[in-house]
């Protein structure tokens, strides 16, 4: 499983994940389903600063094939 600090987030930030597994990438899909990007943290870090107010989930894709998905709020 992962973290996701801080949710809600505001615009133009970027959010902290946390994962006891290596998280490879992360799709962005709006509350609809529409693919907004996919992305690659740095340093655990992901930059949201495109994402306009609304609410999201993020897909991670970690290292041992697993995925997971929480919701994010943006502010």
């Known amino acids: 499983d992962f973290n996701v600090f801080p949710n809600p987030c505001t615009e133009g930030s970027e959010i902290s994940l946390t994962s006891s597994h290596l ?6 899909t709006s509350i609809r389903g529409e693919m907004i ?11 949201i600063g495109n994402l306009s107010q609304g609410t ?6 970690f290292d041992n094939g697993i995925t997971k998905t929480k919701r994010i709020i943006v502010k």
């Open 56 to 61: 999201y989930f993020v897909k991670v894709n």
């Open 37 to 47: 990007e996919t992305l690659v943290p740095h340093d655990g870090k992901l930059k």
């Open 23 to 28: 998280i490879k990438t992360c799709e962005v």
